[in-house]
């Protein structure tokens, strides 16, 4: 009679797993235990965002990279099984469960935002979403020095479509993010190329930063003017259509832009030196500071220190600065056609103030489309080929070419 052999893991003498059965448990636990730390907080941070730190990084993460944290989930619920199966029974059970309820959760954000993306009329690259991790390698078609003020020399990056003998092509000047005090233009050179490439001019601007020893709230937004003249004036050069020359930006950017743009409508900024240029055609407004007295008492991810060193102090001290530099002071009939996009989790462009600019300029009878992206944090298109980016930049030229729909 023979005894059947035993399908449990190899054990040693004394009845217990072997040496290297043990090694390879506790290897697989303690990787398991880590990734699914990672990914059950981003997880729930992304769907709760007012948990504590979770709530911080999880919309960032959770939105921008749902597939990758799907797949990391997935990663560690098999590490738990293997443990589950080398005998770590109830504690294997638990992660696995955990880190596959985790991998469904993530999913379901990238589902929700593939929704969101065709109803928005994007042709989606799921592909791209799982590459393009940051900004592209790409550069401009001319770089050039729109304007010297204090012999400090402001650059342009052009991104132009294919020319065309006889075709004008519609344009856009850009504003980087970045608090009013860091950054540069260089950030928005995926989104250039790829409104180039479907036949929008981009023209990315830098601007004068703040700095502790230099507010720049008097000096941004005549960059922005000089820019936008620069681009007039140059506008046979490019093939541009001066009739649709758009002004807008991001974050920083974006406030910098709709009040620029604003108050070139309104009457209330001049060149300080050259010729003033009509308004823009319309404005955009990716994620702005609505109203930067807000800003500073909402004091989220900076927003405090970045209106201080703009305007160079507080609203106390300076109200009329900073009534001065909020898009929201400028809300009046006739301003142009405006176009506002926000993440649904955005804490320092809170969804809720973007909104009620929409809301306002709807009462003065501008026209304004506001957009609201699911799973989505500030700077949602700093990951290129993620969702929420490919979706913004569908909306984004929807906006500027709505003859093309």
């Known amino acids: 009679m023979t005894t059947p052999r035993s399908s449990a893991a190899p054990t040693g003498r004394s009845g217990r797993p072997g040496r290297p059965v043990r090694i390879l448990r506790a290897v697989a636990a303690v990787l398991a235990s880590f990734l699914a730390f990672l990914a059950v907080a981003i997880v729930l941070g992304a769907y709760f965002p007012s948990i504590p730190k979770a709530g911080v990084i999880g919309p960032v993460l959770g939105g921008q990279y749902p597939f990758h944290l799907a797949l990391l989930a997935l990663v560690a619920a098999g590490l738990a099984a293997l443990a589950w199966r080398s005998g770590l029974v109830r504690w294997g059970r638990v992660v696995t469960v955990l880190s596959t309820l985790s991998a469904v959760g993530a999913l379901v954000i990238g ?223 006739g301003l142009p056609r405006t176009l506002l996009v926000v993440g649904d989790r955005d804490r320092s462009a809170r969804p809720g103030t973007v909104r009620s600019l929409g809301d306002a300029l709807t009462k003065a009878g501008v026209p304004v489309q506001v957009e609201e992206l699911p799973f989505a944090e500030h700077a949602f298109d700093d990951a290129y080929g993620s969702l929420t980016s490919q979706t913004s930049r569908q909306i984004l030229l929807d906006f500027l070419l709505p003859e093309a729909r």
């Open 111 to 333: 589902g929700v935002q593939f929704q969101a993306a065709r109803a928005a009329g994007a042709d989606v690259s799921l592909g791209q979403a799982f590459t393009e991790l940051g900004y592209p390698a790409t550069k401009p078609d001319a770089t050039e020095t729109f304007a010297s003020p204090g012999g400090e020399p402001l650059q342009v990056d052009a991104y132009l479509p294919a020319r065309v003998s006889g075709r004008q092509v519609p344009a856009v000047v850009l504003a980087h993010a970045g608090g009013f005090h860091t950054f540069d233009r260089s950030d928005l050179r995926g989104t250039g190329r790829w409104l180039a490439d479907h036949g929008v001019a981009v023209f990315a601007v830098d601007y004068r930063l703040a700095t502790p020893d230099r507010p720049t709230w008097d000096k941004a937004p005549q960059d922005l003017v000089s820019a936008l003249d620069w681009v007039r004036s140059n506008a046979d050069g490019y093939g541009i259509d001066r009739s649709r020359i758009s002004l807008g930006g991001m974050s920083a950017g974006g406030t910098l832009a709709m009040n620029t743009a604003y108050r070139l409508q309104n009457g209330t900024i001049r060149a300080a030196g050259g010729n003033t240029p009509e308004p823009p055609a319309s404005v955009i407004g990716f994620y702005p500071g609505t109203d930067v007295t807000e800003m500073w008492h909402e004091d989220v991810a900076g927003t405090r220190e970045a209106a201080e060193m703009f305007t160079g102090g507080t609203p106390e001290q300076y109200p009329d600065r900073y009534r001065e530099v909020s898009p929201t002071s400028d809300v009046r009939t």
